[in-house]
Antibody
Framework: EVQLLESGGGSRQPGGSLRLSCAVS????????MNWVRQAPGKGLEWIAY???????VDYADSVRGRFTISRGGGHSLYLQMTDLRVDDTAIYYC???????????WGPGTQVTVSS | SSELTQETAVSVVLGQTVKITCQGD??????PNWYHQKPGQAPLFVLY???NRAPGIPDRFSGSSSGDTASLIITSAQAEDEGDYYC???????FGGGTKLTV
């Protein structure tokens, strides 16, 4: 059974940093592209970061480029390093498997990030 | 690539058919994917390509496309189909704004 489980969410003040993790199981992690998608309170889905299966190609939404870094570890984990956090980064962050071409077939339950002063 | 536009809200009578649309310049080339999100839950993958259901999705869900508009069609809508529906572009990964479906 495919499973994704995010962790590392929490509360920070503006300008702070946070590192999200996503532990995956039930599939060959090295064979899949991965993404982070977020959802602000009462708002729609926003794709924010992508990494290819080899970990050598990444892409970001304009809203987070230069502040967030996506990476993947050999221990079946996906990461999102978040720096210079802003109030509008407050959202639920989802770890998402990409079966091919931005087709997001499995989602984790999400982890809450709150940025406020 | 372009932005994807969805209706804000759509309603359907129980057991009737409803169509939810996703409009954008690249839709006819890169058929969008569809996701269903119930309150407090993560999104669920529903449809991909022109008309392909994700595993476990009932056959009352189908897709169609015409010009720059793709549609998710629910035949004989059920109460459990309520929630938000999102399309996403396979070109630039962006999501449409979402459609709230009321049954």
């Amino acid at each position: 059974e495919v499973q994704l489980l995010e962790s590392g969410g929490g509360s920070r003040q503006p300008g702070g940093s946070l590192r999200l993790s996503c532990a995956v199981s039930g599939f060959t992690f090295e064979s899949y592209e991965m993404n982070w998608v977020r959802q602000a309170p009462g708002k729609g889905l926003e794709w924010i970061a992508y990494i290819n299966s080899a970990g050598r190609m990444v892409d970001y939404a304009d809203s987070v480029r230069g502040r967030f870094t996506i990476s993947r570890g050999g221990g079946h984990s996906l990461y999102l390093q978040m720096t210079d956090l802003r109030v509008d980064d407050t959202a639920i962050y989802y770890c998402v498997r990409d079966v091919t071409g931005a087709t997001f077939d499995y989602w984790g339950p999400g982890t809450q990030v709150t940025v406020s002063s | 690539s372009s932005e994807l536009t969805q209706e804000t809200a759509v309603s359907v009578v129980l057991g009737q058919t409803v169509k939810i649309t996703c409009q954008g310049d690249g839709v006819s080339t890169y058929y969008p994917n569809w996701y269903h999100q119930k309150p407090g839950q993560a999104p669920l993958f529903v449809l991909y390509g022109k008309n392909n259901r994700a595993p476990g999705i009932p056959d009352r869900f189908s897709g169609s496309s015409s010009g720059d508009t793709a549609s998710l069609i629910i035949t004989s809508a059920q109460a459990e189909d309520e929630g938000d529906y999102y399309c996403n572009s396979r070109d630039n990964r962006q999501f449409g704004g979402g459609t709230k479906l009321t049954v």
